[in-house]
């Protein structure tokens, strides 16, 4: 069965500081992995995902997330935050196999960044 | 196109009554998919469409709950005979038909069983 985890319901760091945001995965086959942020009275906006191919992904508003197979982790990451950063995300992972097209969410993290 | 939209936005009602949410998809797109928010949890798969077809259900879903998109465009959500754990967020989202493609998420309809 596919899953996702999120260890941290919230991640607290400062302004200008680098920030992490952890997910781990189990899938059947090779993963299509992807982030997502929502604001406050929002809905889910498309941040970056993972097909295939380089293991550093990069995508909307400076960020960028890390495929590493072996650890089954897709951690998203900023080199410098930004208070608008403030918000929910969501990682969720896709099955490149007999999942059809099912995706599959994590809880969400709270990011809070600090001015 | 300015996105996915669903209507209404927010829906209050008794317990045993029966609701109805729309969802207008990306023109484009022929994926779509349903999904269910609670407070402190991410979307909950719920069942989605390629076209007009139905593909896919999650055992979640109860007899209560149905889904159609009859001329592959828009789509509806009904779920009969509300009950107070139906309160929840319900997400719409579409997207192209390569299963790499990301979804675009409409705004939500909030549902209050009372």
């Known amino acids: 069965a596919q899953s996702v985890a999120q260890p941290e319901d919230q991640v607290n760091v400062a302004e200008g500081n680098p920030l992490t945001v952890k997910c781990t995965y189990s899938?059947?086959?090779?993963?299509?992995l992807f982030w997502y942020v929502q604001y406050p009275n929002r809905g889910l906006q498309f941040l970056l995902k993972?097909?295939?191919?380089?293991?550093l992904v990069k995508g909307s508003y400076g960020f960028e997330a890390e495929f590493n197979k072996s650890q089954t982790s897709f951690h998203l990451k900023k080199p410098s935050a930004l208070v608008s950063d403030s918000a929910l995300y969501f990682c969720?992972?896709?099955?490149?196999?007999?999942?059809?097209?099912?995706?599959?969410f994590g809880a969400g993290t709270r990011l809070f960044v600090k001015a | 196109d300015t996105g996915v939209s669903q209507d209404p936005r927010h829906k209050i009602t008794k317990r045993g009554q029966n609701v109805t949410f729309r969802c207008d998809p990306i023109?484009?797109?022929?994926?779509l998919y349903w999904y269910r928010q609670t407070l402190g949890q991410g979307p909950e798969f719920l069942t989605y469409f390629q076209n007009e077809a139905q593909l896919e259900k999650s055992r979640l879903l109860s007899d209560r709950f149905s889904a159609e998109r009859p001329k592959g465009s828009f789509s509806t959500l009904e779920i009969q005979r509300t009950e107070q754990g139906d309160s929840a967020m319900y997400l719409c989202?579409?997207?192209?038909?390569?299963?790499?493609?990301?979804?675009?998420f409409g705004p939500g309809t909030r549902l209050t069983v009372l």
């Open positions: 989202a579409s997207s192209f038909s390569a299963p790499y493609n990301e979804q675009f």
């Open positions: 969720a992972v896709r099955s490149q196999g007999t999942g059809g097209f099912k995706t599959i």
């Open positions: 993972y097909i295939t191919g380089d293991n």
């Open positions: 023109s484009e797109h022929n994926r």
């Open positions: 899938v059947s086959g090779n993963p299509y």
